[in-house]
């Protein structure tokens, strides 16, 4: 059973390198921005309230996002781990995340933490913008989630540090190196694949 979380700024290649390692790993990925999308695509009423947050910039609120999380969790494909990406965004979310899975015995194995220029951020995501028509990607709104992250998401990285399953990975440079990168820094901690 391999519970894992990824963190890091907006485009920090997070969705890249959690397919990879949900494949090696058996284990499902549970993005929170891919279930949103979903929602606002098929203008759900979550999807509708979404829409607005999103399209600001800002983060959904923890309520909402912890009830998606604790519902996703409990589906069967879940049941031998996962890999989380873009949850927890805040400490209430860790309190939220510890609790949940402490009722079942279980806690997180490590959390990989990709580390990325923030010019080099906001150019891909820039780029993304052009080559998926996303509307919650213009620079301003790229530049102002950036900072929300910095703001809300950077003091869960030093709990993370103090419970030492914090694996810090060069998150620039071309994608194989840098699953390689977060593969050889999960073997040194007893984390292998299932392949």
């Known amino acids: 059973m391999t519970r894992l979380l990824i963190v890091g700024p907006p485009g920090a290649g997070k969705g890249t390198q959690s397919a990879r390692l949900t494949s090696a790993y058996g284990i499902p990925a549970i993005a929170t921005g891919d279930i949103f999308r979903y929602n606002i695509a098929n203008q759900t009423p979550l999807g509708v309230e979404v829409k607005a947050i999103v ?6 609120p923890d309520s909402l996002t912890n009830a998606l999380i604790a519902s996703r969790l ?10 989380l990406d873009g949850y927890p965004r805040t400490l209430e979310q860790v309190g939220f995340l510890d609790r949940l899975l402490a009722a079942k015995g279980q806690a997180l194995d490590a959390v990989i933490q990709l580390v990325a220029d923030q010019e080099e951020v906001v ?4 780029h993304r913008a052009i080559e998926q028509g996303r509307s919650d990607d213009t620079e301003e709104a790229i530049r102002h989630r950036q900072e929300v ?3 809300e998401t950077s003091p869960l990285i030093a709990v993370f540090q103090q419970r030492g ?3 810090e990975v060069d998150g620039l ?4 190196d840098i699953t390689n990168r977060i593969s050889e820094a999960l073997v040194e901690r007893g984390i292998v694949t299932t392949a």
Request: hydrophobic share 45%.
């Open 173 to 176: 440079g071309e994608i194989d």
């Open 74 to 83: 409990e589906e069967a494909d879940a049941a031998d781990g996962f890999l």
């Open 123 to 126: 150019e891909r995501l820039r």
């Open 149 to 151: 992250y910095a703001r």
């Open 55 to 60: 399209d600001a910039g800002d983060y959904v």
């Open 165 to 167: 399953i914090l694996i």
